[in-house]
């Protein structure tokens, strides 16, 4: 066999495909020189808001940048208590002690990985009857391209006053019921680090919301908290904004995104077909999954065993998140609710290759090797 290993992420099969696109809009950009805030990061902005159905969309250079200026868009701060689930990427944990609150950590559901609504309003009744601080916003995940429960998240949040941000670092192109991820609670990010649905060739991120006021707070603050004039600073802020080059990048890439995505939903069928031994994902009724990653479980203590027979037959596997928050060395001061399911989980998912461009015949051994198993 002359076989080429199979890239868990196969970024160059994509590229191949774009390539002339892609270096088309790199030139324009080199062309006209506007590297900062070009009309290339304008003209996304109005793209991508079309395509989730916001209003506003505020790019900016990283998805964690995103996450941290919808808290402060919001004014979230010390003394505030901010819940998020106990399974995900570092990110959406690290920006909460970044603003001075405070993080608690709520369960996932079993069957979906996505925050627990439940476990939610278990977590309200125990700030509350422990007086643990102002419960103020929840940061919810789709995690590996399914939306969270924002039916149930929307009404719990409107009920008890509560901001509902949704970290769609990993959902874009998801839905519920035809709503596009990134449309829903008050304040929405995202990702284009480049193995995310949507990447770019560097690091990249975007807020989206429908409010006007925060749209404004967001585009001052990531540019050191501007003001009408270029040197009067109104608020403090960061430096993060999207370069021009990576919104042409993104520009180039979105023509392909819907292809993507179908290309994406077909090797998840394939993938469900071939799941016996381990559990494949759950989408719920009227829920599409972008499908960032495609993550099984296996049966406690197996884990370590298939994904080693995997590799030995040439499939690269990766695990997210071998390590629940909760257990994260680097955050100290957190709230941690009852986590079983959490902690269950990142002793047993892996994740299979999936990718928008990825090549036939790479998809096919992945199948049989897992009906295999
Ligand atoms: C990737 C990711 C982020 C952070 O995005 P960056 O662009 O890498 O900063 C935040 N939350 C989740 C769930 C992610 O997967």
């Known amino acids: 066999m002359n076989d080429v290993a199979m890239e868990f992420i ?4 994509q590229l191949e495909k774009m390539r002339p696109a892609i ?3 790199i030139s324009k950009v080199l062309d006209h020189g506007k590297f900062i805030l070009g ?40 003394g505030d208590i901010v819940l998020t689930p106990a399974f995900s990427f570092f990110a959406t944990a690290e920006v909460v002690p970044q603003v001075g609150a405070k993080p608690y950590f709520v369960d996932v559901d079993r069957s979906t990985f996505n925050i627990c609504p439940e476990s939610v309003l278990l977590a309200l009744d125990d700030i509350k009857s422990q007086n643990l601080g102002m419960p103020k916003a929840i940061i919810a995940v789709d995690l590996f391209g399914l939306p969270a429960n924002f039916v149930e998240l929307e009404r719990i949040c409107k009920d008890k006053g509560l901001i509902l941000i949704e970290d769609a670092a990993q959902g874009f192109g998801g839905s519920i019921m035809g709503r596009r991820a990134c449309s829903f609670g008050d304040v929405s990010t995202t990702s284009f680090f480049p193995a995310k649905p949507l990447g770019c060739y560097g690091d990249g991120g975007a807020l989206f919301t429908d409010s006007d006021v925060i749209a404004e707070r967001a585009r001052s603050i990531r540019t050191h908290g ?11 802020g ?25 290309h994406r939903q077909q090797v998840s069928e394939r993938y469900k077909d071939a799941c016996k031994r381990v559990t494949a994902p759950f989408v719920p009724e009227g829920y599409t999954s972008g499908w960032a990653q495609y993550t099984v479980l ?11 027979r995997l590799y030995a037959r040439g499939v ?34 892996f994740s299979l290759p999936i990718g928008g461009v990825q090549k036939l015949h790479d998809v096919t051994k992945v199948v049989d090797e897992v009906r295999n198993l």
């Not at 989730?52 to 995103?66: E, L, M, P, Q, S």
């Not at 501007?226 to 403090?236: D, I, N, P, Q, T």
């Not at 993060?240 to 990048?249: C, F, K, M, Y």
């Not at 695990?319 to 959490?342: C, H, M, S, W």
């Open 10 to 13: 196969d970024l160059c099969a």
């Open 23 to 25: 270096e088309k809009r």
């Open 39 to 78: 009309p290339e990061v304008l003209e996304l902005e109005i793209l991508l808001a079309d395509y989730v159905g916001r209003k506003h969309c505020i790019t900016c250079a990283n998805g964690t940048d995103a996450l941290q200026m919808a808290l402060m868009c919001n004014g979230v701060g010390p």
């Open 226 to 236: 501007a003001g009408k004039h270029k040197y009067e600073h109104v608020r403090l």
């Open 238 to 262: 960061l430096n993060s904004r999207l370069d021009t080059l990576q919104a042409a990048i993104l520009l180039a890439k979105f023509e392909y995104f819907a292809a993507e995505l179908a």
């Open 298 to 308: 296996a049966k406690p203590g197996e884990r370590d065993a298939i994904r080693e």
């Open 316 to 349: 690269p596997t990766a695990i997210y998140y071998p390590r629940p928050l909760n257990k994260q060395t680097a955050l100290t001061d957190f709230i941690e609710g009852d986590v079983p399911v959490a902690n269950d989980l990142s002793n047993r998912v």
